[in-house]
């Protein structure tokens, strides 16, 4: 598969620019933790993570999360989600993920999750898997 191109214009010579692929589905803080050495991640809703949305790979490790089918997501308000997690590996030479898939789309309902909304993960505990998510709306733009 080849790479899209960008060409440099207003220049003598035309310069292709190879524009890689992005690396990860979800925008997230590399190795974060916060000051109590928890992990924790962020994502900033887009259209693609509508039905799952990939974990980082170092967010499993360092929660005990990686051989593990499920998870809990906790809201500010305290109700909890079960959500299935789903290995997916590939021949490929695209590298293993793990993705939340039932019950994300469910949490994401039920917490009016809309497009540009930023939403923390935090691992809080490991015996039921518990992840805080925290939600912070996008600005609204107003166009009147």
Same mark, same amino acid.
């Given at each position: 598969?080849? +790479?899209p191109q960008i060409i440099e214009e207003n220049t003598e010579e035309v310069v292709p620019i190879l524009v890689s692929p992005p690396k990860f589905e979800v925008e997230v803080n590399t190795?974060?933790?916060?000051q109590n050495g928890q992990p924790c991640f962020r994502i900033i809703f887009k259209k693609y993570l509508a039905r799952t949305?990939?974990?980082?790979?170092?967010?499993?490790k360092k929660a005990g999360l990686s051989r593990k089918k499920g998870m809990v997501l906790r809201n500010k308000q305290g109700k909890v989600w079960p959500i299935k997690l789903t290995a997916r590996s590939y021949n490929s030479g695209w590298r293993n993920r793990t993705d939340?898939?039932?019950g994300w789309s469910e949490f994401r309902a039920a +917490? +009016?999750?809309q497009y540009g909304d930023t939403c923390s993960f935090k691992f809080l505990q490991t015996d039921e898997n518990?992840?805080?998510v925290q939600i912070?709306?996008?600005?609204?733009s107003s166009n009147k």
């Amino acid at each position: 598969m080849m +790479n899209p191109q960008i060409i440099e214009e207003n220049t003598e010579e035309v310069v292709p620019i190879l524009v890689s692929p992005p690396k990860f589905e979800v925008e997230v803080n590399t190795d974060a933790s916060d000051q109590n050495g928890q992990p924790c991640f962020r994502i900033i809703f887009k259209k693609y993570l509508a039905r799952t949305v990939t974990i980082p790979k170092w967010f499993m490790k360092k929660a005990g999360l990686s051989r593990k089918k499920g998870m809990v997501l906790r809201n500010k308000q305290g109700k909890v989600w079960p959500i299935k997690l789903t290995a997916r590996s590939y021949n490929s030479g695209w590298r293993n993920r793990t993705d939340m898939t039932c019950g994300w789309s469910e949490f994401r309902a039920a +917490n +009016n999750i809309q497009y540009g909304d930023t939403c923390s993960f935090k691992f809080l505990q490991t015996d039921e898997n518990l992840i805080r998510v925290q939600i912070c709306k996008a600005r609204q733009s107003s166009n009147k």
